[in-house]
């Protein structure tokens, strides 16, 4: 199956880069163990199969959350069910095609009558102040997306595993060689993942 990768035992002909979350979607865990990876109507599919367990979790690897997959159908059923939930996108005014979509803001007089005075209206000024506000605090706002998905997802699948309190200090710190080192007696696939989502922060196009 297209960008879709199956794990398992001793099975080396994949490794995580920490920081890079990229062809992947979502990611099933059987236990410890990381079992599937690939778009989210692909691991629906590959885990109508499998035996329905407790210690079955499935989790965004963009987030670190845990989702709830409904298997039921047939794959073609399942195939449709989650790539149209995949591609659905919010529809009402603004320029879709271009990615402008419109929402309500709600200021008061003497902020519309600022931005009603900028080149380009308020549209535009809106933008720039968005904009500005994103490289100002774009490095502050990486880190603590990280953090938060790295925490959603020990909570779920680590929260008895030695160390957990310790490596979550570590982690709300941005301690991350001693995060690293709190970790390292995990599970393989549970340890190499939360490593993954820790570091997901770091941009990729820098040095």
Same mark, same amino acid.
């Given at each position: 199956?297209?960008?879709?990768?199956?794990?398992y035992?001793d099975?080396?002909?994949?490794?995580?880069?920490?920081?890079?979350?990229?062809?992947? =979607?979502?990611?099933?865990?059987?236990?410890?163990?990381?079992?599937?990876?690939?778009?989210?109507? %692909?691991?629906?599919?590959?885990?109508?199969?499998?035996?329905?367990?407790?210690?079955?979790? !499935?989790? $965004?690897? &963009?987030?670190?959350?845990? /989702? $709830?997959?409904?298997?039921?159908?047939?794959?073609?059923?399942?195939?449709?069910?989650?790539?149209?939930?995949?591609?659905?996108?919010?529809?009402?005014?603004?320029?879709?095609?271009? #990615? /402008?979509?419109?929402?309500?803001?709600?200021?008061?007089?003497?902020?519309?009558?600022?931005?009603?005075?900028?080149?380009?209206?308020?549209? /535009?000024a809106?933008r720039?102040? /968005?904009? %500005? +506000?994103?490289?100002?605090?774009?490095?502050?706002?990486? !880190?603590? =997306?990280?953090?938060?998905? =790295?925490?959603?997802?020990?909570?779920?699948?680590?929260?008895?595993?030695?160390?957990?309190?310790? +490596?979550?200090?570590?982690?709300?710190?941005?301690?991350?060689?001693?995060? #690293?080192?709190?970790?390292?007696?995990?599970?393989?696939?549970?340890?190499?993942?939360?490593?993954?989502? &820790?570091?997901?922060d %770091?941009?990729?196009?820098?040095?």
């Open positions: 199956m297209k960008d879709c990768r199956l794990f035992p099975n080396i002909d994949f490794r995580f880069i920490p920081g890079y979350i990229y062809h992947m =979607t979502y990611t099933a865990f059987d236990g410890p163990r990381r079992i599937m990876s690939g778009p989210l109507p %692909q691991v629906a599919i590959f885990l109508k199969d499998a035996p329905q367990r407790a210690d079955l979790l !499935v989790f $965004d690897d &963009a987030t670190g959350r845990q /989702v $709830d997959l409904d298997t039921r159908g047939t794959p073609e059923e399942i195939s449709i069910r989650y790539s149209e939930q995949a591609s659905a996108e919010p529809r009402g005014r603004g320029r879709p095609r271009l #990615g /402008v979509v419109a929402r309500e803001v709600t200021l008061l007089p003497r902020h519309w009558d600022w931005l009603g005075s900028q080149p380009g209206g308020a549209s /535009v809106l720039k102040l /968005v904009d %500005q +506000a994103r490289r100002t605090s774009g490095d502050r706002d990486r !880190v603590r =997306t990280a953090q938060e998905a =790295t925490y959603r997802f020990i909570s779920a699948i680590a929260g008895n595993l030695p160390g957990f309190e310790e +490596a979550t200090r570590a982690l709300f710190a941005y301690d991350r060689r001693p995060f #690293g080192d709190l970790i390292a007696g995990w599970p393989e696939d549970i340890r190499d993942y939360a490593i993954k989502l &820790a570091f997901a %770091q941009d990729p196009s820098a040095g």
